[in-house]
Structures are given as C-alpha cells and as structure tokens.
C-alpha cells in the first residue's frame, strides 16, 4: 500500500491510499479519485515528504514535524483530510447517485411492492424496474422465491 499527498484543481489538499503507483495511475485515469471537498476528478499528486524509521525506531515511524499553523477558513479548507473521511465521502456520493439513478429510472410501486416483483417475476405482468417498501419477512419470502431484490441505499442525511 502506498499512501499519496494528491491536490485537486482546486488547490484542495488530501491524502489516499493505493494498492500500487499503477492503480493510482489507472484510477486516475479512469477519474475514480475525487477531491472529497469539492468532488472535482482532476487530481494530481502533490509534494509529499517521506517518513524515515531511523535505526532506533525501526517498526515505528514517527510522523513528520508540522511546517506551519494557521487558523484562517482558506487554509482550513485545504488541509488534508484523513483518509476515511475521504473514503466515506466517496461512498456516500456513489450511494446517492445510484439511489437517484434508480428513483429516476424506476417506478415507486409503494407497500405493492412484494406483489409487483412476484407478479413480474412470474410472468403475469410485464418487466420494468420498481423499487417500494417490504417488510423484512417480505423480502426474506421474495428471495426464498428467487426473486433479486436489494434494498435501496439510505445516507444519513435521509434519516435527519
């Protein structure tokens, strides 16, 4: 694992973590790396300085000395973010845009829901992608039938 300093074009600062140099190439490439504050794809490395283990210390890295402090919003909003809430933020993004996608292609058949998909699935109606409510014994009865379900993704923000 390799842990990068990146900077988007934005001058927004953070850091990630890739399997290899090439699968930070490849997912750069492929504009999978975001700016966790802004959400903008154009991202490159930035200046990062190593950590060295001295011979005393080997096993246990000791972080690197802070170059300066400031307090100003500018700068707070540049400064690196750790990786998990880069990571979650990722996820959440990726959550909500295939929960829109689905609400947009979809038609909200409601508590019908279980009845829809048995319906479609053997063969009384006709196909087309729905999304409802089910109790969890309904979706249990649904599965035990072979009928792919999955629940819809929910954030956070949807529970506030």
């Known amino acids: 694992m390799i842990r990068y300093a990146l900077r988007c074009d934005r001058s ?4 990630s973590w890739f399997q290899s140099s090439a699968a930070y190439d490849s997912q750069v490439k ?3 790396v975001t700016c966790p504050i802004c959400g903008s794809a154009k991202v490159e490395k930035a200046i990062m300085a190593p950590r060295i283990v001295g ?37 959440r993004a990726k959550l909500k845009e295939l929960r829109d996608h689905i609400v947009k292609n979809a038609d909200n058949v409601g508590e019908r829901f279980a009845t829809e998909a048995r319906a479609m699935h053997y063969g009384d109606k ?26 819809l993704p929910t954030l956070p923000e949807d529970r506030n």
């Open 30 to 32: 492929r504009k999978l």
């Open 55 to 91: 011979k005393k210390g080997r096993g246990r890295a000791t972080p690197p000395e802070p170059t300066a402090t400031t307090t100003s919003p500018e700068a707070a909003q540049s400064a690196p973010t750790s990786l998990l809430m880069a990571q979650e933020r990722e996820l």
């Open 12 to 15: 927004h600062d953070f850091e």
């Open 126 to 151: 006709e196909h087309r992608p729905i999304y409802g409510e089910a109790s969890p014994d309904e979706a249990k009865s649904l599965i035990d039938e072979g009928i792919e379900v999955s629940p």
